[in-house]
């Protein structure tokens, strides 16, 4: 291949180049620039060559040219580095620089080859990154909390080492089913209606159980919150309630009512009814267990709102009345 379609061929890879490639002097004057600078920078080669590369560089980063074309006379390597450099309009670009020095018939230093590749994208990655994982690391802080508090008020309420470790099992069990909801929709909430599905999956009874309410996408914080308060519900209900008798019926309904304030509320209504003599044990309201105390406080209180519950016999129901705004996934969830 002569010198002259090598060249032309060097010229072309250049110029198809996606990657920014520009040469200069020894002055910082630039001397070719090609389509992806253009892209980049906003200049074309008109208005970029013979112009000094300063235009390029922001006024706080000036010494990193002074640096390079010092580096580059003696004939030192310059390694690639990331920094920051200026468009035509006035924005900035992050980019990654890569300096060779070009070098005349002589083999003497007359240049250098400057390649600048945008990496907004990995900066904007990179930054989402961190993000997320400040995100989880708060995650995991508050559940461990939680799981903290649910083995400290559990050891409280139960004497039994095998009745202990079963509850802490299972409450722990519950928290992982409001947590995979989480997980499969990327953090961004899930359906009130799939945590009421999914927390009373494993009591079966289907067929005696009724989910009515309009669709709501509830934020990660009133996932878990919900999840907790239903999963001692349906555990209940499964032991004394409407879940432990083929003549039980359960309803778990919800609707959005409007305050005075133009602001609107979640009612959420868990209520079951069963033969009477199927839920005596359930009355005896002198001691209060954990269950007790995630319903009338934990859930309510992490929601803003407040609860109530009402027992009788062959009825229960439990009642969640929380501002709409601390219920539902904003944007930002």
Known sequence: ????????????????SFDAIISKDLNSVIT??????????GYTAEEAIGRSVLMLIPEDRLDEETEIIARIRRGEPMPSFETIRVRKDGTRVPVSLTVSPIRGPAGQIVGASKIARDITATKESERRIRLLMREVNHRVKNQFAVILSMVRETGRRTTDP????????D?????????????????????????????????????QTRIAGPALRLSSNAVQHLGMALHELGTNSAKYGALSS?????????????????????????????????????????????????????TPQALAGHATMKRDPGRVMWKLVAPLETVVASDRD
């Open 1 to 16: 291949m002569s010198s002259v379609t090598a060249d032309a061929h060097l010229a072309a890879i250049v110029d198809s």
């Open 32 to 41: 070719s620039w090609n389509h992806a600078a253009e892209r980049l920078f």
């Open 162 to 169: 095998q009745e202990f470790e079963q509850r802490v099992r």
């Open 171 to 207: 409450r722990i069990m519950a928290l992982s089913r409001s947590h995979d909801l989480l997980v499969n929709s990327d953090w961004v909430g899930a359906s009130l209606a799939e945590l009421v599905e999914e927390h009373l999956k494993p009591f079966g009874r289907e067929n």
């Open 246 to 298: 083929d003549a039980g019926r359960l309803d778990v309904g919800w609707e959005i009512i409007a305050r005075p304030d133009r602001l609107n509320d979640l009612h959420l209504t868990w209520e079951e009814r069963f033969p009477p003599l199927a839920g005596e044990r359930r009355f005896d309201t002198a001691r209060k267990g954990f269950g007790t105390v995630v319903l009338q406080r934990v």
